[in-house]
């Protein structure tokens, strides 16, 4: 019970600079945490794929209930021309049933990395250990693309909307599209996940190394940011806008 805690807390957290973006710091650290323990915490004997899976939806599913928060907003729904307790059974069940739509099919990231972790252990990743945060990354931003597909599709949860807390971190998008924020960030995020190990289990230099490495994918994409918001230069006649939904 405590494992499927710490998943949905950092689902939680990881999510959380959707509500407050001047927390936007999170979104680099708490994943690192549940990383971790995908990479490197022994599976049990039975159901080690599911209990992956379980784990994943953990995550996925608070991760979730975090950026659908605006349902609430919507309260009465007047515009639908329901009653207060029919709004709220609505409100409800679109506010905890998305994420969990969304929860149960993005929990398969999961269970790839514990797939991903077996095959570590006895290939060509057990001597390039790096290899396995940016597979992590790019599956990450493989199920992120995923869900914006089909009638389901809802691109709101993208983990580069966190990063809007401050505009150097989105800079990025520039490049390849706000996927590449979300790369970075989970690619910053699993490595510090191997720092946390070689740090608990008293080998300081690879812990650095690693730390080094998560510093250096943050460091590289902020500067990135900073350098060309100072050297936009806006062209054009500047004129207000304004967008009714």
């Given at each position: 019970?405590p494992?499927?805690?710490?998943?949905?807390?950092?689902?939680c957290?990881?999510?959380?600079?959707?509500?407050?973006?001047?927390?936007?710091?999170?979104?680099?650290?708490a994943?690192?945490?549940?990383?971790?323990?995908?990479?490197?915490?022994?599976?049990?004997?039975?159901?080690?794929?599911?209990?992956?899976?379980?784990?994943?939806?953990?995550?996925?599913?608070?991760?979730?209930?975090?950026?659908?928060?605006?349902?609430?907003?919507?309260?009465?729904?007047?515009?639908?021309?329901?009653?207060?307790?029919?709004?709220?059974?609505?409100i409800?069940?679109?506010?905890?049933?998305?994420?969990l739509?969304?929860?149960?099919f993005?929990?398969?990231?999961?269970?790839?990395?514990?797939?991903l972790?077996?095959?570590?252990?006895?290939?060509?990743?057990?001597?390039?250990?790096?290899?396995?945060p940016?597979?992590?990354?790019?599956?990450?931003?493989?199920?992120?693309?995923?869900?914006?597909?089909?009638?389901?599709?809802?691109?709101?949860?993208?983990?580069?909307?966190?990063?809007?807390?401050?505009?150097?971190?989105?800079?990025?998008?520039?490049?390849?599209?706000?996927?590449?924020?979300?790369?970075?960030v989970?690619?910053?995020?699993?490595?510090?996940?191997f720092?946390?190990?070689?740090l608990?289990?008293?080998?300081?230099?690879?812990?650095?190394a690693?730390?080094?490495a998560?510093?250096?994918?943050?460091?590289?994409?902020?500067?990135?940011?900073?350098?060309?918001c100072?050297?936009?230069?806006?062209?054009?006649?500047?004129?207000?806008?304004?967008?009714?939904?």
């Amino acid at each position: 019970m405590p494992v499927f805690f710490l998943y949905a807390l950092c689902g939680c957290l990881t999510a959380l600079p959707m509500v407050f973006p001047q927390l936007w710091i999170l979104s680099w650290i708490a994943p690192a945490f549940v990383f971790a323990d995908a990479f490197f915490t022994p599976a049990p004997e039975k159901h080690p794929l599911r209990c992956a899976w379980s784990r994943g939806l953990s995550f996925f599913y608070c991760y979730g209930l975090v950026v659908f928060y605006w349902f609430i907003e919507l309260y009465p729904l007047d515009f639908a021309g329901l009653d207060q307790w029919s709004a709220l059974a609505v409100i409800l069940v679109a506010w905890f049933g998305l994420p969990l739509l969304q929860g149960v099919f993005s929990a398969f990231l999961f269970l790839l990395l514990h797939l991903l972790k077996e095959k570590c252990a006895r290939s060509q990743f057990r001597a390039a250990p790096v290899l396995l945060p940016l597979c992590t990354a790019s599956l990450w931003i493989l199920f992120e693309w995923i869900q914006t597909l089909t009638w389901a599709g809802v691109p709101w949860g993208k983990l580069a909307l966190t990063q809007c807390g401050w505009l150097p971190l989105v800079q990025s998008a520039s490049l390849l599209g706000s996927y590449a924020v979300s790369f970075l960030v989970i690619l910053t995020a699993s490595l510090l996940s191997f720092a946390l190990y070689y740090l608990k289990n008293a080998t300081p230099k690879r812990a650095a190394a690693f730390a080094a490495a998560a510093l250096c994918v943050f460091g590289s994409n902020a500067a990135y940011g900073v350098l060309r918001c100072a050297l936009y230069q806006p062209q054009g006649e500047q004129i207000t806008a304004a967008a009714v939904q």
